[in-house]
């Protein structure tokens, strides 16, 4: 007996209750590791998520009413008029394909020794109430660990003080609105790429009145503007470079209590997140100031720190466009 022919399916009629438990299965862990925790690689080499799913069955849909051809594998035409940039492909079976619109993977290359303590960090992790899976990806728990010396239990310390802030402080809910004044004074945004690929936050500080700004708002500001560079990014890039400019700046307009704040929030919240410092005509007193602690600092943190004297030699980490 012949076996049933398969029932066309429409978009969307997988359960999402399904999907989300096909999705947050158990995998076996490997090398290659996409930015998307929802996919895996198959043995031809296309995205796609190999799983049996649950579906609701369909009447069969009219031939002139089916969606555009389907890209079902890596040898497809390049020139396909399908909706989606870019597909992650679900195989129900050899002839049943649904496609699921998402961003473009870039599929990461970790050692076995970074998977492994990436897997004992989010072990420990998901035992803290703040823990948000969608956070705590594999490049979030890499960076941690980085910063930690591939150490999870003293990675996990800073990763719950980064999550307490994340739910204290909330970035992710912070709108243009919320800092229109600050952001009208130009003292910090977002603006090109260095010839690394790194987002650059600049920076004014002569601009900034310590006497009448609004401490919160102003942090909330300047994470605004570093969260905006970071949505920037485009893998493997994980950084963003910064590049301050000290041209009029007076002791006037020096802030300590604003830089403390920023320092321990970057320092504990955003590691391995800078690429290089770029310092315009810094004071001569910054000048003194580095060249007492620089013994003290360690080599990666030295090598990122540029202090530029004409504000031309910028050319040299950026094109001239």
């Not at 709108?175 to 090109?192: M, Q, S, T």
């Amino acid at each position: 007996q012949e076996p049933a022919p398969p029932i066309p399916l429409e978009y969307g009629s997988v359960k999402k209750s399904s999907l989300a438990e096909t999705i947050t299965a158990p995998r076996k862990r490997r090398r290659n590791r996409s930015n998307s925790d929802n996919a895996i690689l198959n043995s031809s080499g296309d995205l796609s998520i190999d799983y049996d799913l649950d579906f609701d069955p369909v009447p069969p849909i009219p031939s002139d009413s089916l969606p555009p051809p389907l890209i079902e594998s890596s040898s497809s035409s390049s020139s396909s008029s399908h909706p989606f940039d870019s597909l992650a492909t679900v195989h129900l079976s050899e002839s049943m394909v649904i496609p699921l619109p998402m961003k473009e993977v870039y599929v990461w290359q970790r050692s076995d020794e970074e998977l492994e303590a990436i897997d004992q960090l989010r072990i420990l992790v998901q035992e803290d109430p703040n823990y948000d899976p969608d956070v705590c990806d594999d490049c979030c728990l890499l960076r941690f660990l980085k910063s930690r010396a591939m150490q999870p239990d003293k990675a996990l310390l800073q990763l719950q003080k980064y999550l307490a802030w994340r739910k204290d402080f909330s970035p992710q809910t912070i709108r243009y609105a919320e800092i229109e004044e600050a952001a009208k004074k130009k003292i910090a945004f977002y603006h090109f790429k260095n010839k690394a690929g790194e987002p650059t936050i600049f920076l004014h500080p002569a601009r900034h009145n310590p006497q009448t700004r609004d401490l919160n708002q102003f942090v909330r500001f300047v994470v605004f503007v570093a969260d905006s560079g970071i949505s920037a990014m485009k893998p493997p890039n994980e950084k963003f470079s910064l590049v301050m400019d000290y041209t009029g700046f007076s002791r006037s307009n020096s802030d300590l209590e604003l830089f403390k704040k920023l320092i321990a929030i970057f320092q504990d919240c955003y590691p391995e997140r800078l690429g290089a410092v770029y310092l315009v005509k810094p004071p001569f007193t910054l000048n003194l100031i580095w060249n007492v602690v620089k013994p003290w600092l360690d080599k990666r943190t030295v090598e990122k720190v540029n202090f530029v004297d004409k504000p031309v030699k910028l050319l040299q980490y950026f094109d001239p466009e």
